[in-house]
């Protein structure tokens, strides 16, 4: 039997063979422990029915595990030169389908109806490149993707900000961003030493758990967002100040206050201090007058 990929030894004897010298660029910080990625596979319930979305396999580790539980696997890989060492680190796997693309432009939906179409259901599970973190995350959840939830390994801080909750330092934009989509929970603590390289960030792995129907209801989805990114512009502005500077040309203080005023929000207040609900009233009153 092969040892598995992600073990200090084997990885670096596929590194050695290949002469493969890590790009910092694209984020390639490589697991080499067994365990946290058997933890990571649990967190996303991944079944023998399970269709899995990976981005960045690296050199296999996770995608390895991910093989031996799931279905089937699908990974986007950036990185021409580990085409060939996954072709080989992988060749045991035959339910793997490695796709050379960039996942910011690749055609996800498109792939799942190639690749799950005998799948009870579909998770990305993924060690993603900290440097487009949000990107990534935003593409999933914003392209209304038919998967039951996202379980990444991400930079801990980041994780934080997604998973606040109102009043609190980390809650933001990206919080009610990912929460209008999904229920978010960071579920591990991970030490840098699992890596190779180590990165220089604490690292964490969140689950998100995409809700049925959106966690409120927006007559106009981009509208929402454009209002409560506008409210966290500048985070020390009140409401008001933010909403009148950031909003949007037609958008003026005297009808702002107004809509503040119906959806029952004082304008003092601060972004980080309001909740879905409050920021989903907000967005209708102020679409009622700014239509
Ligand atoms: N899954 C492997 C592991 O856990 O050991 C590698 C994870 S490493 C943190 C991130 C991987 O994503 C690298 O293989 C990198 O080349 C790849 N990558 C970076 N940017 C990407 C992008 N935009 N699209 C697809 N893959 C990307």
Not at 5 to 20: C, D, H, M, S, V
Not at 76 to 104: C, G, K
Not at 156 to 168: F, H, L, Q, S
């Amino acid at each position: 039997m092969m040892k598995d990929i992600a073990t200090p030894a084997r990885t670096k004897e596929i590194l050695n063979k290949y002469g493969f010298s890590f790009k910092k660029s694209l984020g390639q910080n490589f697991l080499i422990d067994t365990n946290v990625l058997r933890n990571i596979v649990d967190a996303a319930s991944v079944s023998e029915k399970t269709g899995v979305i990976e981005v960045g396999p690296g050199i296999g580790a996770l995608t390895e595990q991910l093989a031996k539980r799931a279905k089937k696997v699908v990974s986007f890989e950036i990185d021409q030169r580990l085409l060939p060492v996954l072709d080989e680190t992988l060749a045991p796997y035959d339910n793997v389908t490695i796709i050379h693309s960039d996942v910011l432009k690749a055609n996800i939906h498109e792939a799942i109806k190639e690749n799950f179409q005998d799948v009870d259901d579909i998770m990305v599970v993924a060690n993603l490149p900290y440097y487009v973190t949000t990107p990534i995350l935003m593409k999933l959840l914003e392209e209304h993707l038919p998967i039951r939830g996202i379980v990444v390994m991400i930079q801990a801080e980041v994780a934080d900000r997604i998973a606040a909750k109102p009043g609190t330092k980390d809650y933001g934009a990206l919080s009610i961003a990912a929460q209008y989509f999904a229920e978010a929970e960071r579920v591990l603590t991970v030490p840098a030493t699992v890596f190779v390289p180590q990165p220089r960030v604490d690292s964490a792995v969140l689950r998100l758990t995409i809700r049925k129907e959106p966690a409120v209801n927006v007559s106009d989805e981009s509208y929402f967002f454009q209002v409560f990114h506008a409210c966290f512009a500048n985070r020390r502005k009140t409401i008001l100040n933010n909403l009148v500077h950031n909003l949007g040309p037609k958008e003026r203080k005297p009808e702002i206050e107004e809509a503040l005023d119906e959806a029952g929000i004082d304008p003092k207040r601060r972004g980080e201090t309001l909740s879905l609900e409050e920021f989903a009233a907000l967005s209708e009153s102020l679409l009622k007058r700014f239509p």
